[in-house]
């Protein structure tokens, strides 16, 4: 795979980790749920993909106060 694809997937994985953990707190806080940071994590690293476009547009609209 060689050192820029090992690096390339080590920064993916990082990625859905955080950012992944950052979104789904975000969308349980909607609803007035909060779990730990290790599970917001491990929820994030699968969902990554679809849970951070829904909660940069849902973190928007409280911005703008429609939500």
Do not use: H, R
Not at 14 to 19: A, C, M, S
Not at 36 to 44: Q, V, Y
Request: hydrophobic fraction near 60%.
């Amino acid at each position: 795979m060689g050192k820029v694809g090992c690096f390339l997937v080590s920064l993916i994985l990082v990625f859905n980790i955080t950012v992944g953990a950052w979104s789904v707190n975000e969308i349980l806080s909607w609803f007035g749920k909060n779990i730990p940071l290790w599970a917001d994590g491990l929820i994030g690293l699968f969902t990554a993909e679809l849970s951070v476009p829904v909660a940069i547009v849902g973190w928007l609209l409280k911005v703008c106060g429609v939500f």
